[in-house]
């Protein structure tokens, strides 16, 4: 797997961001959703690999974590319209 292997081992901060990373998917896609179960959601496992691979690259923790939280939050369909907002 390509993705997998271009990995290479996270530590301290890097390495919990990654937890909390697979912690989203685990506890916001339910196992039991069709949609997610019968389609391949690319632009999710896109934004999954990107977000890995720049924190291995990167000192900046915030923007990859936050990238991935909006796309996960857009396909899940509950990213709240901002600029629709409460005036």
Known sequence: NKIVNSIHPLKGHKLFSAYYLNELILKLIPQEDAHYQSTNNESLVIAYSL?????????????????????????????????????
Request: charged letters at 20%; zero cysteines.
């Open 51 to 87: 977000a890995l691979n720049e924190l291995v690259s990167s000192n900046n923790l915030e923007l990859p974590l936050r990238l991935f939280e909006y796309t996960l939050l857009n396909e899940l369909g509950v990213f709240p319209d901002l600029e629709n907002g409460a005036e």
